[in-house]
């Protein structure tokens, strides 16, 4: 028996991951996606389809958006704060400017609508096993209402103040995925290229001093050659980067390792591995590599 019914907003590659793992906790699943194919892969899973985000809102009361742009959250709010069934809670689990997630709180608000700042940390891949952890600010009243429905796609979850806090962990979560997916391809180029097995270097390594979730989740990747399908692509990185360089930068908070890594995602755009998997990153370190050996 269904547990409760939930929303969802934005059924790509976080949201539809979301969603299954609350299918399978019992839950109802209303979501609404602009994509015919993202609609349909949500009613092959078992969900039920929404013709809009307001038919989402009305059906249920607590809702999850992930979204792609600061454009798609604000024309999400200007539909939802149209809502004829107030009281509603919004948990924004997009990487987005704060600044964007504020103007979307502050009218949701005004129509009685609660949205909470909840961005999630981890790949696509690993949104598919259930292994999210979600950082919640906002209103702690509304986050503990949602806790059940956090638990339903997350592994963990921390309240961790005001509205904002969570994408400000965010940032900084984001800022060590950049640098660990670099180090991750570099540990897997030197192990290549010293004579040792890539896979094993992964698995030895990942169990040391030195590991990163990134090593363990992005390594074997990097070890196949195989970045596609992507739980992360590149281009939807690249809008990532530039949110935490522009935080970074207004704090003017020191990030040379941060920094460093831009050309190298750069470069993995420019050589067409826009919708790669960003363990790509390990293909452009490589190719340099192979032609200076020759």
């Known amino acids: 028996m269904a547990k409760s019914q939930v929303g969802i907003v934005g059924l790509g590659i976080m949201g ?141 979850h921390y309240y961790v103040g005001k509205f904002g806090n969570g994408s400000r962990m965010k940032f900084a979560a984001n800022l060590l995925v950049a640098i660990h997916n670099i180090s991750t391809a570099e540990a897997v180029i030197l192990a290549r290229r010293s004579g040792l097995d890539p896979a094993l270097a992964v698995k030895v390594l990942g169990d040391g001093a030195g590991s990163s979730r990134m090593l363990q989740v992005r390594g074997p990747l990097m070890v196949r050659r195989s970045y596609k399908p992507a739980t992360v692509t590149n281009v939807t990185w690249k809008k990532d980067m530039q949110i935490i360089g522009e935080f970074v930068r207004r704090l003017k908070s020191p990030a040379p390792l941060f920094n460093a890594t831009k050309a190298i995602y750069n470069t993995a755009l420019a050589r067409g591995y826009g919708m790669a998997d960003t363990a790509a990153v390990c293909a452009v370190l490589e190719r340099p590599a192979r032609k200076r050996s020759r």
């Open 16 to 156: 539809s991951a979301m969603a299954a793992n609350l299918l399978r906790a019992g839950f109802t699943v209303i979501g609404y996606d602009p994509v015919a194919a993202c609609r349909a892969r949500h009613r092959k899973a078992g969900g039920i389809v929404a013709a809009s985000p307001l038919e989402v809102a009305q059906k249920a009361r607590i809702l999850i958006s992930s979204l792609p742009s600061a454009k798609a959250l604000a024309q999400v709010a200007s539909e939802l704060s149209s809502v004829k069934r107030p009281k509603n809670i919004i948990l924004e689990t997009s990487t987005l400017p704060i600044r964007a997630k504020e103007a979307a709180r502050k009218r949701l608000a005004a129509a009685g609508v609660t949205l909470l700042d909840c961005p999630l940390s981890g790949t696509g891949a690993q949104a598919r096993v259930k292994d999210l952890i979600v950082y919640g600010s906002g209103e702690l009243a509304a986050f503990k209402k949602a806790i059940p429905v956090l638990k339903g796609f997350s592994r963990g």
